[in-house]
């Protein structure tokens, strides 16, 4: 083999495991957000599948699928696309979450990306359970400004409860982020949904009210 043929397959051969490594490497929470927030003064009506393309998302199909049921159809939802990633919320604590983007003709209409697990594992075997105040806090230390939109911090259940804020990140429009967590069988699950239409947030009951 000449050497720069050598040379080219020797480059393959490492590029690959680097890709893959890539591809499930975490990702701050504060970036996956602002990817799904629309870039200051760009007049949409929805955003493209395309713009999750940058994200190291797994996903479960190889493009959206059809989204069947009456809950859909009253939404205008017709597509979704689900996935998983890694995210990290500050400097140590790295989470898996499960993505799900929802479409109707128009393009996304939200999207929400849900906790699966919250439990944090140190280098030295150690660990702790994240809460959804370090995610919010580490939100905030990231530059994301959220001003609270519907339902309290202070009325909302510990186990239990909804928020809506408005977020903003720098050169982006602000939308809608609701908060929504729960905790079967005692283990705490958050999910954050960006919601672009006014009307979805109206429609988020406070659990404290």
């Given at each position: ?9 020797i480059t393959a051969l490492l590029a690959a495991p680097l890709a893959a490594q ?59 696309r689900e996935g998983t990633l890694r995210v990290t919320a500050g400097d140590s ?75 903003k990140a720098p050169g982006k429009t602000a939308s809608g982020l609701w908060w ?30």
């Amino acid at each position: 083999m000449r050497p720069v043929a050598r040379l080219l397959a020797i480059t393959a051969l490492l590029a690959a495991p680097l890709a893959a490594q890539a591809k499930d490497a975490p990702i701050p929470l504060s970036k996956v957000i602002t990817t799904f927030l629309v870039d200051s003064g760009v007049r949409v009506r929805g955003l493209p599948w395309t713009v999750a393309d940058p994200l190291p998302i797994t996903w479960s199909t190889p493009r959206p699928v059809a989204a069947t049921g009456d809950w859909y159809q009253k939404q205008g939802i017709t597509q979704l696309r689900e996935g998983t990633l890694r995210v990290t919320a500050g400097d140590s604590v790295v989470l898996p979450m499960a993505i799900t983007l929802y479409a109707g003709a128009n393009g996304l209409t939200s999207v929400a990306v849900s906790s699966t697990s919250l439990q944090v594992t140190n280098p030295d075997g150690s660990g702790y359970l994240a809460t959804r105040e370090m995610i919010e806090e580490a939100l905030r230390h990231d530059g994301l400004m959220l001003q609270p939109i519907k339902c309290s911090r202070d009325s909302e259940g510990a186990s239990y409860g909804n928020l809506v804020d408005a977020v903003k990140a720098p050169g982006k429009t602000a939308s809608g982020l609701w908060w929504s967590w729960d905790a079967p069988m005692q283990e705490l699950r958050v999910t954050l949904t960006l919601l672009y239409r006014r009307a979805d947030m109206q429609q988020v009951e406070c659990a404290g009210s």
